[in-house]
């Protein structure tokens, strides 16, 4: 059992960066891969970006390539998101979520919400135009 918790979203002007971060409860968070998705109000929750347990390996929404970037602290069980180049469309809530992952799998990326085991309550970002 693991339990996450966002933080750092917030209220930003277009262009500029805002970086989350997702603190996972636990002693085992090496074990898990993580993944950041977001949602609008009445749409489905997407993918944003996915690290692998050993963190060996990324992916990300076509959106947001070449202006977030995903990574992990194992020390100190967090995942960040870090969010440059904002934009309006980037407006959602943004969610974390952990999958527990054998370690024979450490180097797989998730993208599918199904895949997750874990989720955090989500954190607003608001873009700003």
């Known amino acids: 059992q693991v339990q996450l918790v966002e933080s750092g979203g917030g209220l930003v002007q277009a262009g500029g960066s805002l970086r989350l971060s997702c603190a996972a409860s636990?002693?085992?968070?090496?074990?898990?891969?993580m993944g950041w998705f977001r949602q609008a109000p009445g749409k489905e929750r997407e993918f944003v970006a996915a690290i692998s347990r050993n963190g060996g390996r990324t992916d990300y929404a076509d959106s947001v390539k070449g202006r977030f970037t995903i990574s992990r602290d194992n020390a100190k069980n967090t995942v960040y998101l870090q969010m440059n180049s904002l934009r309006p469309e980037d407006t959602f809530v943004y969610y974390c979520?952990?999958?527990?992952?054998?370690?024979?799998?450490?180097?797989?990326?998730?993208?599918?919400?199904?895949?997750?085991?874990?989720w955090g309550q989500g954190t607003q970002d608001t873009v700003s135009s």
């Open positions: 636990g002693r085992t968070f090496s074990s898990y891969a």
């Open positions: 979520a952990a999958k527990a992952v054998n370690f024979y799998y450490g180097g797989v990326v998730y993208t599918s919400m199904g895949e997750y085991d874990y």
